[in-house]
């Protein structure tokens, strides 16, 4: 507890000498910090965002273009093989055996139009011709799925297709050196699982070929290497990025994957040589060549970063066999972010200043009005309740100030009200405790005689020789002496200084007892009795006797002041802080006048008529209620009635449950 109290202590004292503007500004300087560095994270997220997005948008159409360009080089080679499929010269010199004819025809399309093979076979599939490897032919080409596939559907095929190191032979040792790549240690690839790829991709189509009457003579199929050839790659670059550079490096660029490893591309390496033989990232050829989805994010390539696009390669059976890649370098991207981030700060830095410099003076124009309210309210601690502050303003500081100014003249109107009450109330302390030393001795001193004359005239009463006139004369002595001896009575009572036997009891039940008492007297017979009692109220620490004595001497005077009946009504419940249980004793009838109003609770002071009364009545419960801690206040409008309300206080248990 110490080590906390300790703590916290500097902080307290340092918070009480910071001032009113200095907190204003540190919490205005904090929100708008706050808001700033909010809304800035927030831009800068969502710049980040939109970049990326935009750029991952346009390597998705990018990619869309590479296909296109990709597929186009297939279907180039499926009209070339489609047209020279209805040249006679090639079908009449295979239906003929002419191999010199097929030779001179087929070298002519080879090398015209720049194919890596271009071979015919016979009606069973076997090579007829090789245009790259002449010297081999009569080998099957039923395993090959291009070739099977056009001869068993009698139509056009294209497609991708691997082919293995002994196939690549058959069709020239320099295809086969051309398709053979170093696989090379990438950064974020997978593990190697070995050194050197000896097979082959590469684009083919494949049309068989018919005689004049529609009889099927063999296949004509041919197509292009990819290993190490780049006019696909460069042409998607070209036509992509038209040669964009960042800081002398290319900002787009494109690449052919057999698996995981490039075999054409125009990403270099750091030696400034074609990537070639360099693999994919791990998580690429997850995403791609494991479950045959399109990668559409940044990257790792090679040596840099690029926001990439990916799409596997299949060949004509679905198999993934390859993948299709374009990107663009993430520099350019990066630096337009910065430049934007470094923008977007810029304006929040200066708007937070713009803010600091109004706060600083609004919270000056706040700080100066509220320092002279504090000063006023320390006055009016002072007790200088006549001090006044003149408002500067039609604002809510204004306001304040008159409202200040109003609270003042109303401390001030209740100072005074305080003060004549207080010397109303030690008036009548003083005059109470003066009137009761006085009724005691007095009381004292005739009590004896009193009683004398009353013991004395009612044995005359008893005499049988007394004349009429002299027994009334009597009479009236006897009236008389005991109505003295009821005012010795109550003077006692009055001026009764033992203290009372206090017991808890419930206010309820003393509210009953005394209604049986007085509900079947003459002086109720026309009033009608309400009550409306809490059920729930706790037992009370009071004298019963004494409180029954009071709420008595209330209900007596009601029940006066109603001659041609009324209503009384009487109820229980808790005071406002519940540390008092309230009884209230309302009437409907005369009331009482507001100059009596002050005085009724003064000893020998009464609105009744002479002889009716002694005046001592609520003197005596005034006395009651204030020795049990407690209070009597009433309220009255003449011609409506009177409300009596006594106050007890709750015992210490009961109001802290």
Request: hydrophobic share 40%.
């Amino acid at each position: 507890m110490s080590e906390k109290n300790g703590a916290t202590g500097p902080l307290r004292r340092l918070r009480k000498t910071i001032s009113l503007r200095a907190r204003l500004l540190i919490g205005l300087l904090l929100v708008v910090l706050l808001s700033g560095l909010t809304s800035t994270t927030v831009g800068i997220r969502f710049i980040n965002d939109g970049i990326v997005k935009q750029a991952q948008n346009q390597v998705r159409l990018d990619l869309n273009t590479a296909r296109e360009i990709y597929n186009g080089n297939i279907r180039e080679i499926q009209t070339l093989l489609e047209f020279s499929a209805i040249r006679p010269s090639i079908w009449n010199s295979l239906a003929q055996g002419d191999t010199n004819l097929l030779r001179n025809t087929l070298t002519d399309i080879y090398e015209k139009r720049g194919l890596d093979i271009l071979n015919i076979t016979d009606d069973r599939l076997r090579i007829v011709f090789r245009c790259a490897n002449p010297a081999i032919s009569g080998d099957s080409q039923e395993t090959n799925s291009i070739v099977g596939r056009a001869w068993e559907r009698g139509g056009l095929v294209g497609s991708t297709q691997v082919l293995s190191h002994e196939e690549l032979r058959k069709e020239g040792n320099h295809l086969a050196e051309r398709a053979r790549v170093r696989i090379l240690p990438t950064p974020k690839a997978r593990p190697l699982e070995h050194a050197d790829s000896t097979s082959g991709m590469m684009i083919v189509a494949a049309v068989p070929l018919h005689d004049e009457v529609g009889q099927p003579l063999g296949v004509l199929y041919g197509g292009i290497l990819l290993n190490r050839r780049y006019d696909i790659v460069d042409k998607i670059k070209n036509t992509v990025y038209r040669d964009e550079v960042y800081n002398g490096e290319a900002i787009g660029t494109s690449t052919i994957f057999q698996g995981d490893t490039r075999i054409s591309t125009n990403v270099f390496t750091e030696a400034g040589d074609r990537a070639i033989g360099t693999r994919v990232s791990s998580e690429v050829h997850d995403e791609v060549l494991v479950k045959g989805r399109n990668w559409i994010d940044r990257a790792f390539v090679v040596n840099n970063w690029y926001i990439t696009a990916y799409e596997p390669i299949r060949d004509v059976s679905e198999e993934i066999i390859g993948i299709l890649y374009v990107g663009v370098l993430e520099k350019p991207y990066d630096e337009l972010r910065r430049r934007i981030i470094l923008s977007f700060l810029s304006i929040t830095l200066l708007g937070i200043a713009l803010v600091i410099v109004i706060s600083y003076v609004l919270s000056r124009r706040i700080s100066k009005p509220v320092g002279q309210l504090a000063k006023g309210a320390q006055r009016l601690a002072r007790g200088e309740l006549d001090h006044r502050i003149v408002p500067k303003s039609s604002d809510e500081i204004g306001q304040l100030c008159h409202a200040f100014n109003a609270m003042a003249e109303s401390l001030l109107d209740r100072d005074r009200q305080l003060w004549e009450r207080t010397q109303r109330q030690l008036s009548r302390s003083e005059k109470l405790a003066s009137v009761g030393r006085l009724a005691a001795g007095v009381a004292h001193e005739i009590n004896n005689p009193l009683t004398g004359v009353l013991t004395f005239s009612n044995l005359l009463l008893q005499d049988t020789d007394l004349s009429s006139r002299a027994r009334e004369d009597v009479q009236v002595i006897v009236d008389e002496t005991t109505r003295c001896r009821e005012i010795v009575k109550n003077l006692l009572d009055f001026a009764r200084e033992t203290a009372p036997e206090i017991v808890p009891t419930s206010v309820n039940a003393i509210v009953e007892k005394t209604l049986d008492i007085v509900r079947k007297q003459s002086l109720f017979g026309n009033i009608v009795i309400e009550k409306r009692l809490r059920t729930d109220l706790p037992k009370t620490p009071v004298d019963p006797n004494q409180i029954q004595q009071v709420i008595l001497n209330i209900i007596l005077n009601a029940a006066e002041a109603m001659p041609d009946g009324g209503t009384l009504t009487l109820s229980s419940n808790y005071g406002a802080d519940r540390h008092f249980i309230k009884i209230s004793v309302q009437d409907t009838g005369t009331g009482i006048p507001k100059n009596d109003l002050d005085r009724i609770f003064d000893p020998f002071y009464t609105t009744k008529q002479q002889g009716k009364g002694t005046g001592l009545g609520l003197a005596v419960s005034y006395g009651i209620v204030e020795q049990h801690g407690g209070n009597i206040a009433v309220s009255s409008q003449v011609n409506k009635g009177s409300t009596f309300e006594i106050n007890l206080p709750v015992a210490k248990d009961e109001t802290n449950s």
